[in-house]
């Protein structure tokens, strides 16, 4: 098994190529939109960030989005410098700058910016921070369901490094994913410390049995915006939802499994760890959500 795929796969656009970028303020065509090698973000991942996708127009829950990014400036004693009113500006001013319309996917970078010496304490970033908006054209596609191989490294707990925290320093995941393409999968999904299921490394988890939606308790993953929208869709359409623990045992007997995030919304899982999933392909529920999460947006 080599043909190996991701939940941000995207069909090729050659527009991508000509993109202009949001760098502190400027918005430079994507060769000149550089940091320099002392900014804490690339030295030692000393930043947080966010996603958001441009559906016909509006960004998708962008408030939410900005509000968990200033969130997650906070607990790491990161003064953005901005208001978030302005970061939203930003978004809007790149993406006016690029001519965006509808599917288009934002990734919305602050770190602690350029430090004095090349060590770690916060302290020799004297500069102010570095914002970056990386806007691309992109529509997801996907050729078939997702496989996923269940990995021995683990969503911790939040003293090590909070796995709430949307932060740069994303190691433990790239591991994660890197140990599932090795196992012949396209993703890696990822236990907790007591060994239930939790969330791939880029994406949360669920799973359907016997037309009951169920996710982890959410004490160990990052607790998704578009995760949030999908239990408060089953809520409000009498679908029965759970965040609750449960094995692996649970999971390959399942009759759906999907994925959630910013950039594929939910996409089908097909096999785990060699299991096939219900019938391997998109379940009923699945595509249910979809629809639902669909209309959600477009309202």
């Keep these: 098994m080599t043909d190996h795929i991701s939940t941000h796969q995207a069909e090729e656009d050659t527009r991508n190529e000509a993109i202009r970028i949001y760098v502190n303020g400027r918005i430079l065509p994507k060769a000149q939109a550089v940091v320099s090698v002392y900014d804490a973000g690339f030295m030692l991942g000393d930043g947080v960030w966010e996603g958001i996708r441009l559906y016909d127009g509006r960004w998708a829950f962008i408030d939410e989005h900005i509000e968990r990014l200033f969130e997650a400036a906070k607990a790491i004693d990161l003064d953005i410098a901005m208001t978030p009113d302005q970061v939203i500006q930003a978004v809007l001013d790149t993406q006016a700058a690029n001519g965006m319309t509808t599917d288009a996917h934002a990734r919305l970078m602050v770190t602690r910016g350029v430090k004095s010496r090349p060590f770690q304490h916060p302290k020799l970033a004297r500069q ?6 990386i806007m691309e054209h992109s529509r997801p596609k996907l050729p078939r369901p997702i496989r996923l191989a269940t990995v021995p490294h683990l ?140 209309k959600l947006v477009a309202a």
């Design 128 to 133: 102010g921070p570095t914002v970056a908006i």
């Design 155 to 294: 969503r911790g707990l939040p003293m090590t490094q909070d796995p709430k925290l949307n932060s740069h320093s994303k190691l433990n995941c790239i591991l994660a994913c890197i140990a599932a393409e090795k196992a012949g999968a396209d993703e890696a999904l990822m236990l907790d410390l007591h060994g239930f299921v939790n969330t791939t490394n880029a994406c949360n988890f669920f799973i359907v049995k016997k037309g009951a939606v169920w996710t982890s308790t959410g004490d160990y993953c990052m607790n998704g915006i578009t995760r949030a929208k999908v239990i408060a869709l089953c809520r409000a359409n009498g679908i029965p939802v759970y965040e609750r623990n449960f094995s692996l045992v649970d999971t390959y007997s399942a009759d759906e499994a999907f994925l959630t995030g910013t950039f594929g919304a939910q996409t089908p899982v097909g096999v785990i760890d060699g299991r096939q999933i219900g019938t391997g392909d998109m379940g009923p529920m699945t595509q249910h959500l979809r629809d639902l999460y669909k």
